[in-house]
Structures are given as structure tokens and as C-alpha cells.
């Protein structure tokens, strides 16, 4: 080999010479890994923790169409309509009948423009700057809170599970004056409460978590908005473990700035999520006096990049395509199905379950059933039982994931997610099915 080597290097000029006599003198320390040779297998197994989710059939069908270019005219341009197999301008249909949304004629010419349409919908609200963020929920966070706060910005921190913590921490990061109000896991806060930090510590932002996923609580969001306006402030809410399982309407209740993951409810990979800002919010983003701390997420040129600002889209970063053609997806088919009857699904499938598991004689971690969050419930870990054997079991025996608690609910909860397509009474009957027999099997510490 390095005897051709020599020879081409004489016709190929000096840059391959010196190419080949690093070859001649190198060698690979590195071996191809054996694991690398072998077949991907991922196994088939019921994902019923707090997310990600499994993956609706028409998602997977969208995740599996060809790449086209991110700057690519089919990804934002409006007004194309697909003519047919025949037309240039449409990427080939894929899959069975009407797999992918309306089909993928319907999909090329403007997929980030029906993305933002879909936000919109199952944000409800009506704000320009409306986009989705390449990264999971918690980039979304972080983007939230890199373009809302400066340094030296008061802002309340509604810390009742590990989202409050995580946004506490992230402030902290950023230089704002962090507020935390501190509660036990399976609390919420109380419009008086808030009132009251509100007049005390006088924060340009205040962040609440809708469903709080570690504890399983749903937070009430009724007058929250307006109480924080009425103060200055902006209201910042958490919907990823919640969004599309149970209502919330932004513009009506005055929230400021909403976000949201791919993995929960919408029954779509990791790795986009789901944002707004109202005119308010968008106001303090134009009008502060520092850059935002992350170019990543910086909102002026996500705005940009999204058609939020009426500008030619100048390149910012390579989005994730193909994970943009399952969440559009994902958010075709809530509209198809309808946001309320999404929540009412949620609603009473939840219901059942929690029926079920009190049939068992397991406790609801959540006594408040107004308070109880309908897309992840959290149920008291048994008394003499290690969470970590009935979760194994679980998983082991059934292929059925569960999980335990997080941050402050860690060893204090088992956790089981209803998310989307996965809310259904057989998925409820299959784990009740799995619980029954892990705490038969399970070793129990009778002391």
C-alpha cells in the first residue's frame, strides 16, 4: 500500500507526498470498536415515566424523511403550494397513505412557519416572537432567562421541586438578585403568597412551574398574571411536563413568557422545545442594556432565523431538520385531535389510574386532587419498600419504565407518566398489572 502511496504522491504534487509519508510513518492506535460493528438494537418498551415518551407512529414516519438544508427555502418559505409528484420544488412522498400530516407536499414549503402556527395553538396565544429552541426543555430555560434578566435583576423563584431549583441556580449564573420562595415538594403557591414576595422583593421576573414533574404538582395560574403585571413584573411559566395534558391559555392569563419540550405530551423526540414572549417580554429583550450571555440563544437572532422580525433570515445556527419534521408533526396531530379534548383525555385517563393505584393501596403523593398534575402522577413510595426494587422490577419483568422522584421528592415517590398517545386505560391496566406484582416480589423491610 505504501509503495502506491509513493507512486501517486509523484504525480499529486507536495501536499500528498507529505500526506502519504505521515501515513508510511504513522499507525492507528485506535482500533474500529467491536460494539460499533455490530447491529444498533434498541428495545421496545413502554415508556411511562415522567418523559421522554414513545414516540407517535406518524412522528417516527416525519423523523424518517430525507435531510434538506436548514436554509433551505422548503423550511421557511410561505405561499408555496406542492404540485404533485412532478413538482421540483417538493421533496418525495415517503410512508403509507396520509402518514405525515397532510401529506409531505404539505410539509416542505414551510415547515417552521406551521411550527410557530403550532406553538401558537397549543400555547394559545397570538404573539409574533413564537418559536421553537434546538435544544430540550431546559435550553429553553436557559433561553428564557439569558434574554429576560441582567445582572443585578431582582427575580422570584418559585422553588417547589427541582424546575425552581434549576432556574434559581441558572439566575445565580447570570448575576440577577435570586429570590427563592422555598417550599416542600407537592405544594404550590397561593396568590396571596406571591403578593406578598411581590410588594417585598419587587423582581422584573417572577418563575413558576405549571407542572411540576418532580413532585407531581399542577400549579393554578389563574390571576397570576395580572397580580405580577400590576407589580411590573413578568410572569416566566414552566409547561413542559404539562403542556397539552391540561388547559393553559397565555395571552388570557398574562403570561409573559411560556416554554415547553418535543418529549412529554407531544410524543416527539428530545431535543427541540416550544417558546413565546408577549409584547411585554419582547420589549425587555430590545431594550436591555447588556447582550445576552449566550450568542446560542441570543432572541434577536432566533427571532431572526424563526421570520419573528420581518427580516430577510440571516444563518445563526444549523437547526436540528430532521427533529423540526417530527415536531411538526407532533403538533399536527394535537390540532387534529383538539386541545381539549387532549386534556380531557389526560383528565380521565389519569383518573383511572389513580383509582387503580389507590385500589392497590398506594397513597397519592398529592392530597389536593385539584392540585394533582394529570400527565405525571407521583404516588408515596410504600412503607418498607426501596423505590429503586419496584422500579427494577418493573422494568426488568415488563419492560415498563417508571421511575422514582428528583431533586427534593428523591426517595420520597414513585413517579408514572400518561404522556400523549401512552394515555390509555390498557397502558394504566398494563402497570397496575406490573405495581401489583413487584410489591409481591419485591423484599419488604419489615422493621
Keep these: 500500500m505504501f509503495r502506491a502511496l509513493a507512486r501517486a504522491s509523484a ?13 508510511a510513518t504513522r499507525q492507528l492506535l485506535v482500533a474500529p470498536p467491536e460494539a460499533l460493528l455490530r447491529p444498533l438494537f434498541i428495545p421496545n418498551r413502554l415508556l411511562l415515566g415522567p418523559g421522554p415518551s414513545n414516540l407517535a407512529p406518524r412522528v417516527l414516519v416525519a423523523g424518517g424523511q430525507q435531510m434538506i438544508g436548514h436554509m433551505h427555502k422548503e423550511m421557511f418559505q410561505v405561499g408555496h403550494v406542492g404540485g404533485g409528484s412532478g413538482c421540483p420544488e417538493c421533496p418525495p412522498q415517503g410512508g403509507e397513505g396520509r402518514s405525515v400530516g397532510s401529506d409531505l407536499r404539505a410539509l416542505g414549503p414551510q415547515i417552521m412557519d406551521d411550527i410557530k402556527q403550532g406553538i401558537q395553538y397549543v400555547f394559545q396565544t397570538k404573539n409574533p416572537l413564537t418559536l421553537a429552541i434546538s435544544g430540550s426543555g431546559h435550553c429553553a430555560l436557559e433561553a428564557a432567562l439569558f434574554n429576560i434578566l441582567e445582572p443585578g435583576d431582582p427575580f422570584l423563584v418559585g422553588v417547589n421541586g427541582i424546575w425552581g431549583q434549576r432556574a434559581a441556580d441558572i439566575g445565580e449564573r447570570i448575576g440577577a438578585r435570586v429570590h427563592p420562595m422555598i417550599k416542600d415538594p407537592g405544594n404550590h403557591y397561593t396568590l396571596q403568597e406571591l403578593e406578598e414576595a411581590l410588594a417585598q422583593h419587587k423582581p422584573v421576573l417572577l418563575f413558576l412551574t405549571q407542572g411540576e414533574s418532580s413532585s407531581g404538582v399542577l400549579q393554578p395560574l389563574d390571576g397570576y ?11 416566566l411559566v414552566d409547561s413542559v411536563a404539562s403542556l397539552c395534558g391540561t388547559p393553559i391559555y397565555m395571552d388570557q392569563q398574562g403570561i409573559d413568557v ?51 422580525d420581518g427580516k430577510p433570515r440571516i444563518y445563526h ?4 431538520v430532521v427533529s423540526l419534521y417530527s415536531l411538526r408533526e407532533s403538533l399536527a396531530l394535537i390540532a387534529e385531535q383538539g386541545l381539549e379534548n387532549s386534556w380531557r383525555q389526560h383528565r380521565e385517563v389519569t383518573a383511572y389510574l389513580h383509582g387503580r393505584l389507590q385500589g392497590l393501596g398506594l397513597q397519592l403523593f398529592v392530597k389536593d386532587p385539584a392540585l394533582r398534575l394529570p400527565t ?59 405495581l401489583q406484582e413487584a410489591l409481591q416480589r419485591c423484599s419488604r423491610n419489615k422493621l
Excluded at 398574571?225 to 410572569?235: D, F, I, P
Excluded at 450571555?293 to 421570520?307: P, Q, T
Excluded at 429503586?388 to 422490577?393: E, F, K, L, Q
Aim: net charge positive; charged share 20%; hydrophobic share 35%.
Design 225 to 235: 398574571g395580572e397580580l405580577c403585571h400590576r407589580y411590573n413584573c413578568l410572569l
Design 11 to 23: 504525480t499529486l504534487g507536495p501536499q500528498v507526498a507529505g500526506w502519504a509519508r505521515t501515513m
Design 258 to 308: 411560556l416554554y415547553s419540550g418535543s418529549q412529554k405530551v407531544l410524543n416527539s423526540p428530545p431535543g427541540t422545545s416550544l417558546i413565546s414572549f408577549s409584547d411585554k417580554a419582547k420589549n425587555k429583550i430590545y431594550t436591555r442594556k447588556t447582550k445576552p450571555v449566550s450568542f446560542y440563544l441570543d432572541m434577536k437572532w432566533l427571532a431572526n432565523i424563526w421570520g419573528c
Design 317 to 320: 445556527h444549523t437547526t436540528p
Design 376 to 434: 405525571v402522577t407521583s404516588v408515596a413510595v410504600p412503607a418498607g419498600y426501596d423505590w429503586r426494587d419496584i422500579v427494577n422490577y418493573v422494568m426488568d419483568h415488563f419492560d415498563i419504565e417508571i421511575t422514582g422522584g428528583l431533586g427534593p421528592s428523591m426517595g420520597k415517590v414513585l413517579r408514572i407518566g400518561l404522556l400523549g398517545c401512552n394515555a390509555t386505560r390498557e397502558n394504566v391496566d398494563r402497570v397496575i398489572q406490573a
